[in-house]
């Protein structure tokens, strides 16, 4: 085999020597896209130095312990039912309607009493010739309990207005179209007039035939007793 010759090992020096310095770069230079470091960049490491206990706070799953300082500053986000209850009876005392002379636009400002209901009181009320009960009110078709409950401690009564039927002198169909009587019963009350003659009281009216003591006792602010 022959010898290198000198040119020969002069280039094997050459290249281990490029090869070693290739290798040394790799190592002792700093990798291109590595991430930063904290110490690289002034405001990441301030940010850390100023947030780094927040960052460890529990999570929402946990207490969070700036809810205690707020709690104690008096606020509370939460419904306090005793708060508006007693705002509730405050406006109570400021609002009430007169059930005789409202009309539909003022009953309309109660609470759950729409359009619809408050044009089916106002046409009862006239049937009627007047409220002369506030519970009279349930009679109305299709007012919920609930609402009722909710609105008469809202209303006054004024009874001066009512219309009263003169029981002695009455018509058939006057007597009829009083919602609490129907034809029958104001047969009754014609026939027991030509029969037996006046009705002086509401204890007469019970000694009338079909004429219960519901019915009686329903008629009562409704009624005047003229014998003449």
């Given at each position: 085999m022959n010898k290198p010759t000198r040119?020969?090992?002069r280039g094997y020096l050459m290249l281990c020597i490029?090869?070693?310095?290739?290798?040394?770069a790799i190592i002792l230079l700093p990798r291109r896209g590595e991430a930063p470091q904290p110490q690289d960049h002034s405001q990441l490491k301030e940010a850390i130095a100023l947030y780094g206990d927040e960052m460890q706070q529990p999570t929402a799953l946990q207490p969070a312990h700036?809810?205690?300082?707020y709690n104690q500053q008096g606020y509370n986000h939460h419904y306090e039912p005793a708060r508006h209850q007693?705002?509730?009876?405050?406006?109570r005392k400021n609002f009430s309607i007169e059930l005789n002379s409202a009309d539909t636009t003022q009953l309309m400002r109660l609470r759950g009493i729409g359009p619809v209901l408050a044009s089916r009181i106002v046409k009862y009320r006239?049937?009627?010739?007047?409220?002369?009960?506030i519970e009279q009110l349930r009679e109305v078709y299709g007012l919920p309990n609930e609402t009722y409950e909710q609105i008469a401690t809202l209303l006054t009564l004024d009874t001066?207005?009512?219309?009263?039927?003169?029981?002695n002198h009455a018509t058939l169909n006057d007597l009829k179209g009083h919602p609490y009587l129907d034809y029958y019963q104001a047969r009754a009350i014609c026939d027991y007039r030509s029969k037996v003659g006046s009705i002086k009281n509401y204890q007469d009216m019970l000694t009338i035939n079909l004429l219960d003591d519901k019915t009686v006792k329903k008629l009562h602010g409704y009624i005047q007793f003229n014998q003449q």
């Open positions: 040119s020969q090992k490029l090869l070693t310095a290739i290798l040394l700036h809810n205690s300082s007693s705002f509730e009876q405050k406006e006239s049937r009627l010739g007047g409220f002369v009960r001066t207005s009512v219309v009263r039927i003169d029981i």
